[in-house]
């Protein structure tokens, strides 16, 4: 007998590339669906704005917050064929107003982004400016959902319940800032987390430290070393001995490597673990960002500890919780938007009864299992989410295939796979021109050719 499948009235928070897939898969199968975002158009992080924090470290809870984390000049980390949602390619349109090249800007995806609204019918869906400040379960186990207009007061507070709510508000916003190294607090220079950097120009002539390498920190001290007299990058990732000036092509006699920072002095020093020290005006905090729900109220159920959003069964589903609240877009150092749409069509599978979750045991014991294997394995917690982290798990999208079986759908792509790691490891060996000279040019060719299903 089969089981009918059940319609669900759903409220999905934010509109970015997760909320947007959620919207469609959740449409797809035929749920009642509607979308909040505080922003003022689609697209989340993708929307660039000149505009910065008030607090260029993010500690003023009362803020104004800016979603957007991007600089002005940034190009994708990953190749668009990639990156693109997979029956919705991501490839140039040859318009004139886009950008048509592999590692294309910022614009360009938040473009992409807006034809996959119009596409799928999305944009009717969502409610602009409107921010989600209370979800909590009522006792008839329906969602409450309590939200006002931007800049709105309590007076315009609309408050609904849904039958379920899907996560997806992002975890680029809410700066993540070296705080635990002696004597910032009396450091006399100009302190800025990489999430209000945006041009290089204010930092000419400068002697900048960069505190990080992940993708950003690399463009980001790459930049500003063509105007800046100095550029110092610390990091906790390189070992001791390949310390020192870098940067394959020599093209940068400004720019440095260093371990940690030991101290700031008062009299505007920063001394490194190896003893060196420069006398710094600027210290960028290029550090990540934190897992922050200032929404949610769950007593207690779901937390976020060290950056580790838990429980959640597969950084989807808190097991008590689940189906009613789920999670789009926790994890890092993916596919993000071929992850997201997985995900998404999981729940949606999920939420119509089409899908069978494990029994809330199962799924505690699932997501115990986790923790335990990160700890004998020595990842710490912080890094819960990083599904790719070359040091936690085996060197595959083992975790997108997974979702993919879940949802009975293809797995991923073999010229995907290959592309996404051959990216990581060209990036990290040649950060000046991985996006510009590439030889996988046949990944590319088979990319394409299976496109042909989806364009026409
Ligand atoms: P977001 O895009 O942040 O969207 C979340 C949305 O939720 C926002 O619109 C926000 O306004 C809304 N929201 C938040 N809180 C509320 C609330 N309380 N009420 C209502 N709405 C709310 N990924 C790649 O695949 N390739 C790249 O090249 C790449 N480069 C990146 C570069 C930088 C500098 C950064 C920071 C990230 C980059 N990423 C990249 C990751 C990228 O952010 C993800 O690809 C993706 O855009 C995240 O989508 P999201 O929907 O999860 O979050």
């Known amino acids: 007998m089969t089981v009918p499948l059940s319609t669900k ?25 509607v979308v909040f975002d505080r922003g003022a158009q689609l697209g989340g992080n993708w929307v660039y704005s000149d505009e910065v924090e008030c607090d260029p470290l993010g500690f003023d809870p009362t803020r104004k917050i800016v979603d957007s984390s991007l600089y002005a000049s940034l190009r994708t ?63 008839d186990g329906k969602w409450m959902v309590k939200s006002t ?38 450091w006399p220079g100009r302190q800025i987390h990489s999430h209000n950097y945006r041009i290089p120009e204010p930092y000419k002539d400068q002697v900048v430290v960069v ?47 260093h371990p940690m920072i030991e ?27 934190k897992q922050h729900f200032p929404f949610l109220h769950t007593n207690g159920v779901v937390n976020v500890d060290d950056n580790r959003v838990g429980p959640l069964y597969k950084h989807v589903f808190p097991p008590s919780l689940a189906p009613g609240i789920s999670f789009i877009g926790v994890p890092s150092l993916i596919l993000s938007f071929f992850v997201y749409e997985l995900q998404s069509k999981w729940v949606a599978g ?22 335990s294997k990160l700890e004998a394995k020595g990842v710490p917690k912080r890094y819960t989410h990083k599904i790719h982290d070359v040091k936690q798990l085996s060197w595959s999208l ?18 995907r796979k290959a592309i996404f790691f051959g990216r990581l490891v060209h990036a990290h060996k040649e950060p000046e021109t991985y ?22």
């Not at 349109?93 to 473009?111: L, M, Y």
Request: proline share 3%; with cysteine.
């Open 398 to 415: 083992e975790y997108e295939d997974w979702l993919a079986a879940q949802c009975g759908c293809p797995l991923a792509e073999e010229w």
């Open 149 to 186: 207009s931007v800049g709105g007061d309590e007076s315009s507070e609309v408050a609904q319940t849904y039958d379920a709510v899907v996560v997806c508000n992002g975890h680029f916003t809410q700066p993540q800032v070296a705080d635990n190294i002696a004597g910032f607090d009396l």
């Open 263 to 289: 101290r700031a002095h008062e009299d505007g020093r920063v001394s490194f673990q190896d003893g060196s020290s420069v006398l710094a005006d600027v210290i960028l905090h290029c550090t990540g960002y």
């Open 350 to 371: 999920v939420l119509s009864g089409r899908i069978s979750l494990p029994s809330e045991e199962k799924m505690m014991e699932d997501v115990e299992a986790f923790y």
């Open 211 to 257: 505190i990080g390498l992940s993708s950003s920190a690399v463009d980001i001290s790459r930049e500003i070393a063509l105007s800046a007299k100095e550029v110092h990058v610390t990091t906790r990732s390189k070992a001791a001995g390949k310390l020192g000036k870098f940067g394959k092509h020599h093209i940068f006699d400004n720019l440095w490597l």
């Open 77 to 139: 980390n990953t190749p668009r064929e990639a990156m693109g949602f997979r029956d919705f390619p991501f490839v140039p349109t040859g318009k004139a107003d886009r950008d048509s090249r592999r590692f294309p800007s910022h614009h360009e995806v938040r473009k992409y982004l807006e034809d996959f609204a119009s596409e799928f019918g999305l944009n009717e869906l969502i409610s602009y400016e409107t921010e989600v400040r209370y979800v909590g379960l009522e006792t």
């Open 9 to 33: 009235k759903v409220v999905v928070i934010g509109a970015g590339a997760a909320g947007l897939v959620a919207a469609r898969e959740l449409i797809k199968e035929g749920h009642d669906v």
């Open 435 to 456: 996006r510009d000279e590439w030889d996988d040019q046949d990944l590319v060719f088979q990319a394409y050719e299976d496109f042909m299903q989806y364009l026409n």
